[in-house]
């Protein structure tokens, strides 16, 4: 599975959209992204995942580039229960275990 | 209601003795993982299983067994040979091609 790279930590005011990048440049054409979030102390949490095209459910949206190298999860508008650890992490669709790296550490402040 | 079952949340053992973590779940899922996460790090793959009565090792077996027996179960044992079995232990199911659901975890301390 393609190497994913994310910011350590990130801060978003409350109410305002909180984008949260990857970069997944070596990934092949038959890998998704899947971006997954965890709240302290809680298991992670499915938020959206994509093949190429851009990607909108109640929670978030996901943008990926025309190369696929790199995408964004936008939360748009972002309260204080959104601080977590969001992991971007890219696979086969048939493969056998998603590999989490250290994530994103987003802190919603008031 | 449907959902990955783990149980107890919280397990305190003395150093030497095997434990046995649990993982139900009632999504018909054919798939299930079992991940370790230590402070400040991200999820790493102890065992999977893709189907009943089979199972591979992840990134770091060694020290863990595991069964299954039934699609909706796959109990995990900490063995006395895992060096450093204190730490936050997750189940998780899939469906196959959409990701995973997880339960909320088993945080073993072992003194």
């Known amino acids: 599975d393609a190497k994913t790279t994310q910011p350590t930590s990130m801060d978003c005011a409350e109410g305002r959209a909180a984008n949260l990048p990857c970069n997944h440049s070596?990934?092949?054409?038959?890998?998704?992204v899947y971006w997954y979030r965890q709240i302290h102390s809680q298991g992670p949490q499915y938020i959206i995942h994509?093949?190429?095209n851009n990607e909108t459910n109640e929670m978030a949206s996901l943008i990926i580039t025309e190369d696929r190298k790199s995408s964004t999860l936008i939360l748009p508008h972002a309260t204080l229960r959104d601080t977590a650890v969001y992991y971007c992490?890219?696979?086969?669709?048939?493969?056998?275990?998603?590999?989490f790296g250290k994530g994103t550490s987003l802190l919603v402040t008031p | 209601d449907g959902g990955i079952t783990q149980s107890p949340k919280y397990l305190f053992r003395k150093e030497g003795q095997n434990v046995t973590l649990s993982c139900e779940q009632n999504l018909n899922h054919d798939a299930m993982y079992w991940y370790r996460q230590d402070p400040g790090q991200g999820l790493r793959l102890i065992y999977y299983?893709?189907?009943?009565?089979?199972?591979q090792k992840g990134d770091i077996a060694e020290g863990y067994s595991v069964s299954r027996e039934k699609k909706e179960s796959f109990p995990l044992t900490v063995t006395s040979a895992q060096k450093n079995p204190t730490a936050f232990y997750l189940c998780a199911s899939s469906p196959g091609g959409r990701g995973a659901f997880f339960g909320q975890g088993t945080r073993l301390t072992v003194v």
């Open positions: 299983s893709q189907i009943v009565n089979d199972f």
């Open positions: 994509g093949l190429k």
């Open positions: 992490i890219v696979r086969e669709r048939s493969g056998y275990a998603l590999n």
């Open positions: 070596t990934i092949s054409g038959n890998e998704y």
